[in-house]
């Protein structure tokens, strides 16, 4: 069973830069039916997707957020990462690594339990 | 970009509940509508793909319907662990803008 995992500081300071990664279990990054993206959640609020890399490089990005983020992929430990330029409060989130159909619908399934990153000095 | 707005926001029911909650896009979308169940403290689950179709492992008494605008996610009785937020995902901006609805709480 494929599973997710998130990783990575959860305290950054105003203006720096959030990095996580996200590991994969239970099957190979390099599959031709997915892609692996990012999506955060406020608190109490709704999600945003931030954006979804293919393990070949094509990567996609959410226009509001594109000048601050970028998305790697690592296929030999099977893992991707996200990283946020320039953060401010607003940025505070749970963020969630997930697995993405390529093909319509584009669903995402399944996601990672998530990781809570607070933005504060 | 498409917006989704839900309704109701929230919601209380019973067990044993038929319920319907609501997703409309701001434009045409056809069937590109996925639906999401979350529970307090956990991530989001795939229930429904292309407006209609159930995933493998949901029960039966979750159903998805529209298209175009409109879309709806019914549960014909509700049990206990179906009290949870139901989020709407839009992926017909492929590749660059999917959006998700605000959300409906369920609540007792």
């Known amino acids: 069973q494929l599973q997710l995992q998130e990783s990575g500081p959860g305290l950054v300071k105003p203006s720096e830069t959030l990095s996580l990664t996200c590991t994969v279990s239970?099957?190979?990054?390099?599959?031709?039916?997915?892609?692996w993206g990012w999506v955060r959640q406020p608190p109490g609020k709704g999600l945003e997707w931030i954006g979804s890399?293919?393990?070949?490089?094509?990567?996609y990005y959410n226009p509001s957020l594109q000048s601050r983020v970028t998305l790697l992929v690592d296929t030999s430990k099977n893992h991707f990462s996200l990283k946020l330029s320039s953060v401010t409060a607003a940025d505070t989130a749970v963020y969630y690594c997930?697995?993405?159909?390529?093909?319509?619908?584009?669903?995402?399934?399944?996601w990672g339990q998530g990781t809570v990153v607070t933005v504060s000095s | 970009d498409i917006r989704l707005t839900q309704s109701p926001s929230s919601l209380s029911a019973s067990v044993g509940d038929r319920v319907t909650v609501t997703c409309r896009a701001s434009q045409n979308i056809f069937t590109s509508l996925n639906w999401y169940q979350q529970t307090p403290g956990k991530a989001p689950k795939l229930l429904i793909s292309?407006?209609?179709t159930l995933q493998s492992g949901v029960p039966s008494r979750f159903s998805g319907s529209g298209s175009g605008t409109d879309f709806t996610l019914t549960i014909s009785s509700l049990q206990p662990e179906d009290f949870a937020t139901y989020f709407c995902q839009q992926s017909f901006s492929t590749p660059r803008g999917y959006t998700f609805g605000l959300g409906t709480k369920l609540e007792i």
């Open positions: 239970g099957g190979s990054i390099s599959s031709s039916d997915h892609y």
């Open positions: 292309s407006a209609s």
């Open positions: 890399i293919y393990y070949s490089g094509p990567t």
């Open positions: 997930v697995r993405q159909y390529q093909l319509p619908p584009n669903w995402f399934d399944p």
